[in-house]
Each structure stands twice: as structure tokens, then as C-alpha cells.
């Protein structure tokens, strides 16, 4: 009897342990593809282009499920609470010092539509934050170094947003949303680098970077 608890115990902790890894990407899936079906019902200007966008994000989740059962070191193995900490410390943190940013006029958030604020929260946490770093710190980096991955992270971002707008001669480029992309990427890259904080601490960072610039979390 004594044994069998013994196994149950064991059983019980491996699926704590292993929910903040393979199996929870499939939770992030599962939301990607939902997001991919039903876009229209929570966003109402969502068209054919959102829906490509959240492919690619299906495809980077996919990419790293792949990479992810080849790894056997760095945050894939960390215990989802420490996962969890990691996140929440550094969403709060990033949220604080843009909020500081914002009230002292220095960063101006877009203006959000309140009835979106749960669809926003769950598309850039769930979707949007955590396959970007999935693919860019989570792949690449092991490959690309940080300043390479940078430079892709900030190409991705020029394609997927059209945050920056250039014709074939480049006679308008908008070189600043090209370097704060860059910069982005570097500062992740070194928090992705850092074994203390890893992967949550990223999504976390880039989280409340986007939802702090879209109007979504912002106050006063």
C-alpha cells in the first residue's frame, strides 16, 4: 500500500514538474488555434492577415515543441513555479517602469478599446509574447547569438506589423521602430541568457512591453 501511494506521489509531482513544459505548450496551442478560428468573434477589424499572423505563431510554437524534446538543460527543465515567479516579476517590473515612462509624457500608448482588454490580455500573453520568444530566445538564440537573433526579431517585427514602412528604393524607412525592435531583442537576449530568470522572464518583459504601448494596461 505504502508503495502504491509511493508511485501515485511520484506520478503527481512528475505532472506538476512537466506542466510548465511539453504539455503546457500544448495548452498554448490550443489557444493559438482557437485565436486562428475565432478571431473575428473578439476583434472586430480581425481580417485574412490576422489570420496569417497567428499561423506563424502556430508554426514558432511548433518549432520549439521540436527543439524543446532535444533539450535537456537551461529553463525547459525549471519547476513551473519558478517559471511562474520569473514571469510575474518581470511582467510587474517592465509594467512599472513603462507606467513611469507614460506618466511623465515621455511614451505615448495608443488608445485601447476597453471591450477588448481580456481578448488583448490572452492574445499577447498566451499568443503574441510567448511564441515570439519561443522561436527568437527560446531556438534561434542557441544558434544565432543575441545580436544576430536581434536583427531577425526586429526584421520579424518590420513584416509581421508593418511597424516599419519602406518602398524597393528605401526612400522612407523608419529607422527608429527598426532600433527599438533591435533593442528589444538585445535586452531579451541577455535576459534569455541569464539561467535565473530564462524564458518566462521574457514572455513576462515582452508581455507588458506590448500591452503597455497598445493602451491595454495603462492607468491615468
Known amino acids: 500500500m505504502r508503495q502504491y501511494l509511493a508511485q501515485i506521489q511520484g506520478a503527481l ?17 490550443a489557444i493559438e488555434v482557437y485565436f486562428f478560428v475565432n478571431g473575428s468573434a ?11 499572423l497567428i499561423m506563424a505563431y502556430i508554426i514558432m510554437t511548433l518549432i520549439f515543441l521540436g527543439f524543446a524534446k ?42 485601447s478599446d476597453p471591450s477588448l482588454f481580456w481578448p488583448m490580455i490572452v492574445l499577447q500573453i498566451c499568443v503574441v509574447a510567448t511564441s515570439e520568444e519561443l522561436m527568437f530566445r527560446g531556438v534561434l538564440l542557441s544558434y544565432l547569438g543575441i545580436f544576430v537573433t ?38 531579451l537576449g541577455y535576459v534569455a541568457r541569464d539561467k535565473r530568470f530564462g524564458l518566462p522572464a521574457c514572455v513576462g518583459l515582452h508581455a507588458a512591453f506590448n500591452l503597455i504601448l497598445l493602451g491595454v494596461l495603462t492607468i491615468g
Open 150 to 187: 536581434a536583427i531577425a526579431f526586429a526584421v520579424w517585427h518590420s513584416w509581421a506589423y508593418q511597424i516599419i514602412w519602406y518602398d524597393l528604393s528605401l526612400t522612407t524607412f523608419n529607422y527608429s521602430a527598426l532600433l527599438i525592435a533591435f533593442i528589444m531583442g538585445i535586452i
Open 13 to 29: 509531482k512528475t505532472a506538476y514538474s512537466r506542466l510548465g513544459k511539453i504539455p503546457f505548450i500544448f495548452i498554448l496551442l
Open 70 to 111: 532535444t533539450r535537456t538543460t537551461t529553463e525547459i527543465k525549471q519547476p513551473l513555479s519558478k517559471s511562474a515567479f520569473s514571469f510575474v516579476a518581470f511582467f510587474m517590473i517592465t509594467w512599472a517602469i513603462l507606467m513611469a515612462l507614460v506618466q511623465a509624457k515621455i511614451l505615448q500608448p495608443a488608445t
Open 42 to 52: 473578439h476583434f472586430p477589424n480581425w481580417n485574412a492577415s490576422y489570420g496569417q
